[in-house]
């Protein structure tokens, strides 16, 4: 119950920050124009809490996953024939005007996230890696009819081998892979160079579309030796018996490229089945054989913690030079707006198959950034808080990107608008900007509720 409310303050916290931050800079950009500001808003619905200073109420409201600024003059009555439009007024304002205001929301987003990576990659720091030697998806279909084989295996890459480059582009992790394949076309072939018993070997590859994913694949996945991280809650372990350090050797008479995924496939497809099996675990200069009833598993361990946490390798990187960690900062969060817009791109125009499992709503982050921040706070409380502020880096970077959609409702939808008049001269007219305003409302609200309802239905499985 604990870690529960815990979880529930860090996501309101990091929402917190997220909307203080959007609205700040719609504010700032009102004052520097010259419009005033009747409300900042931190929340949506009542009031809890306030203060007035100057021509601004400050104020904390009931629900914490929102915020808006109240603008003099932005609920002008778009039936009056001739409402009266001061200069202080948000309507009353030019074009331009309206237009950085409506931008300055999304851009403070953009430029937090900067400044918190840049934050982070100052300094030296021991970071856990996914290796970029990989396992064959291939490897773990027993005998399934509906197998087809994979992009890697075509290609002729094996369990074991090491990717050091694709396109020329240097690879030293599996997430250099990973982010590498999100810029890739599927159906494009691309050249790779992979180590294989210390020998370069050259191989061209393409990728496959994956509809579940909504991504090119190409059938791998990362060689996590399998050393265990003992947690005394995994009850994975406290069923095999298995301790800190333990490394897990063989299964049944394999001994062969033992890896977490291996091990992992092996447990879920005989779960629940009249099946038994042995997993050979070496403790220091021990061998020990651990037998495996799977019915009886099935009784003991929920499928959804089917799993043990394993070490993985680290590696340092050290960053002194303010000019490097900021271009770090810079970089890395244009890579996030990229692949948002990739991300974007692939939801509407390619195929697509459990889209539930592709979206994610307010309540989702918020148990995103509670859960990892936990989970790394009782590793370690440095290695949490960084976790923390680069998830809501991430938050802040996709919030900019959506905000900046030209999408009714959305600032984009304003600055579109704003722009359009800042063009032609003409002002949209009040009342079908004020439908057009409902309509997207309207359509937001019917989506974020149905996202919530997705987000409560994952979370409890």
């Known amino acids: 119950m604990f870690d529960g409310l815990l979880m529930i303050i860090l996501g309101i916290f990091a929402f917190g920050i997220l909307v203080f931050v959007h609205e700040f800079g719609h504010f700032i950009a009102a004052k520097l124009s010259g419009v005033k500001v009747e409300v900042f808003a931190i929340g949506w619905g009542p009031k809890i809490w306030g203060f007035t ?20 003059g932005d609920d002008v009555d778009p039936n009056a024939e001739n409402p009266t439009l001061e200069s ?61 084989e994979t992009p890697a295996k075509k290609a002729g890459l094996m369990t074991g081998d090491t990717i050091l480059k694709i396109n020329d582009r240097e690879i030293n992790t599996f997430q250099d892979i990973s982010k590498t394949m999100i810029y890739q076309k599927d159906n494009k072939t691309l050249s790779m160079i992979v180590n294989r018993d210390n020998e370069d070997i050259a191989l061209s ?8 994913q909504m991504k090119p694949v190409i059938g791998i996945y990362s060689y996590v030796e399998p050393v265990v991280k003992y947690n005394s809650k995994n ?21 062969k490229n033992i890896t977490e995924a291996k091990i992992s496939n092996f447990l879920f497809y005989n779960y629940g089945m009249k099946e038994t099996g042995t997993l050979h675990i070496q403790r220091g200069e021990e061998i020990i054989d651990k037998s495996i009833d799977f019915e009886d598993l099935n009784l003991k ?12 390798p680290i590696r340092t990187t ?9 271009k770090s900062g810079f970089n890395n969060s244009n890579e996030v707006i990229a ?31 509670g859960s990892s921040t936990l989970s790394n706070i009782k590793d370690n409380i440095s290695k949490g808080i960084k976790t923390f502020f680069s998830l809501v880096a991430y938050i802040s970077l996709a919030l900019a990107f959506f905000n900046l959609l030209p999408l ?54």
Not at 56 to 61: A, E, G, K, N, V
Not at 96 to 101: E, F, P, S, Y
Not at 205 to 212: A, G, L, S, V
């Open 53 to 72: 200073k100057g021509d601004t109420t400050y104020q904390l409201s009931v629900f914490p996953i929102g915020g808006f600024c109240k603008f003099k």
């Open 318 to 326: 050290s960053v002194y030079n303010p000019f490097t960690a900021i």
């Open 408 to 461: 009714p409702a959305v600032d984009g939808g304003h600055i579109i608008l704003n722009l359009f008049e800042l063009i032609t001269k003409k002002r949209v007219n009040l009342k079908v900007m004020s439908i057009i305003n409902f309509i997207g409302f309207f359509l937001l609200i019917i989506l974020a509720i149905y996202v919530a309802g997705l987000d409560i239905m994952k979370i409890i499985k």
């Open 88 to 148: 202080d007024s948000f309507y009353g304002t030019t074009p331009l005007k309206r237009t950085l205001i409506a931008f300055f929301g999304p851009f403070m987003n953009y430029l937090i996230a900067i400044i918190i990576l840049s934050i982070i990659a100052f300094g030296t720091h021991k970071d856990e890696y996914l290796p970029n030697k990989i396992v064959l998806v291939d490897d773990f279909t027993y005998g399934s009819e509906s197998y087809v």
């Open 205 to 212: 590859i393409t990728p496959r579309w994956d509809p579940e």
């Open 339 to 369: 692949v948002s817009a990739i991300g974007l791109y692939s939801l509407i125009f390619k195929p697509k198959k459990n889209i539930e499992k592709q979206l994610g709503g307010p309540i989702m982050i918020g148990y995103l950034i």
């Open 301 to 312: 361990i929920p499928k959804n913690e089917l799993y043990l946490n394993y070490y993985l």
């Open 235 to 255: 009850k994975l372990a406290a069923y095999l018996g298995v301790g800190d350090g333990d490394r897990i050797i063989g299964i049944n008479d394999d001994y």
